[in-house]
T-cell receptor, first 116, second 112 residues
Framework: EAGVAQSPRYKIIEKRQSVAFWCNPI?????LYWYQQILGQGPKLLIQFQNNGVVDDSQLPKDRFSAERLKGVDSTLKIQPAKLEDSAVYLC??????????????FGPGTRLTVL | DAKTTQPTSMDCAEGRAANLPCNHS???????VYWYRQIHSQGPQYIIHGLKNNETNEMASLIITEDRKSSTLILPHATLRDTAVYYCIVRAPSGSARQLTFGSGTQLTVLP
């Protein structure tokens, strides 16, 4: 079974530029998550989708971050404009359903963003 | 508002058991204990979870104290590939509290 795919793996941009990340979850997984992981810290949830609807975006900085999952499969996360503090690894994860106790999340390899 | 406390780092000799502790003294009755690990440059990987009883799978064992205020993840025969950051997470079965909230975890280094 193919895992969660993310691209690009690495991205370097200058502050105030825009950047977009792409995620393809495991086939059939209804729930998709985007996390931000700053160096030395654990991942922090940014947004959760159930199919193509947003379940939780309470920690997404909406003045500069946006995410969509139009057809309930692939998702993109965009930052516009980027700030230095956005330098982090952006992880995508998917799970079969939002409900259920044993609903483990499967993570992709992440995109490492460096903002100069 | 981390709900778990873990040591920052631990070492373990290859082939020996690695015992990773976690304190979760404010855990609620319906909250589960989850363990994930993150190998360098990879995304986190699910290991195991439990509510009250001890659990075992092909990767590890989870021992939860009777009062549920702490738990221990046991890797019975650690290998070099087990070197990773291990996260202990308390998670509710439903509602907004069922999100995975990661702390800083324990960096386990398996030594040859």
């Amino acid at each position: 079974e193919a895992g969660v795919a993310q691209s690009p793996r690495y991205k370097i941009i200058e502050k105030r530029q825009s950047v977009a990340f792409w995620c393809n979850p495991i086939s059939g997984h209804a729930t998709l998550y985007w996390y931000q992981q700053i160096l030395g810290q654990g991942p922090k949830l940014l947004i959760q989708f159930q199919n193509n609807g947003v379940v939780d975006d309470s920690q997404l900085p909406k003045d500069r971050f946006s995410a969509e999952r139009l057809k309930g499969v692939d998702s993109t996360l965009k930052i516009q404009p980027a700030k230095l503090e956005d330098s982090a690894v952006y992880l995508c994860a998917s799970s079969p359903l939002a409900s259920g106790v044993s609903n483990e999340q499967f993570f992709g390899p992440g995109t490492r963003l460096t903002v100069l | 508002d981390a709900k778990t406390t873990q040591p920052t780092s631990m070492d373990c000799a290859e082939g020996r058991a690695a015992n990773l502790p976690c304190n979760h003294s404010t855990i609620s009755g319906n909250e589960y204990v989850y363990w994930y690990r993150q190998i360098h440059s990879q995304g986190p990987q699910y290991i195991i979870h439990g509510l009250k009883n001890n659990e075992t799978n092909e990767m590890a064992s989870l021992i939860i104290t009777e009062d549920r205020k702490s738990s221990t993840l046991i890797l019975p025969h650690a290998t070099l590939r087990d070197t990773a950051v291990y996260y202990c997470i308390v998670r509710a079965p439903s509602g907004s509290a069922r999100q995975l909230t990661f702390g800083s975890g324990t960096q386990l280094t398996v030594l040859p």
